[in-house]
Nanobody, 121 residues
Framework: QVQLVESGGGLVQAGGSLRLSCAASGGTFRDYTMAWFRQCPGKEREFVAGFRWRAYYADSMKGRFIIYRDNVKNAVYLQMNSLKDEDTGVYYC?????????????????WGQGTQVTVSS
């Protein structure tokens, strides 16, 4: 069973950048599809970015966020640039060990505890 721990959240001004990290332990990391989701205030959890053989992004994140993984360090990262107020939320790292290829939340069987990102204007 893979375990995930996120870090790197915090308070940042609009237009700034943050890099989130997710450390994985247990299982065979390189076989997992990894993704970031977020839950913004008053909204449902939504897909942000994912990486299996290539990167996938939600439309509103394209050009601003970059997901990448290090299969040696068993980690996945989310570089967030040009942050906006509406990016405020709790960001979750997730792993899909079932190789479903789907980026829906239901496809992911391991979740981190989340890290808070707050963007101030």
């Amino acid at each position: 069973q893979v375990q995930l721990v996120e870090s790197g959240g915090g308070l940042v001004q609009a237009g700034g950048s943050l890099r989130l990290s997710c450390a994985a332990s247990g299982g065979t990391f390189r076989d997992y599809t990894m993704a970031w989701f977020r839950q913004c205030p008053g909204k449902e959890r939504e897909f942000v970015a994912g990486f299996r053989w290539r990167a996938y992004y939600a439309d509103s994140m394209k050009g601003r966020f970059i997901i990448y993984r290090d299969n040696v360090k068993n980690a996945v990262y989310l570089q967030m640039n040009s942050l906006k107020d509406e990016d405020t939320g709790v960001y979750y790292c997730a792993a899909d060990s079932g190789r479903s290829g789907s980026m829906l939340p239901s496809a992911f069987d391991a979740w981190g505890q989340g890290t808070q990102v707050t963007v101030s204007s």
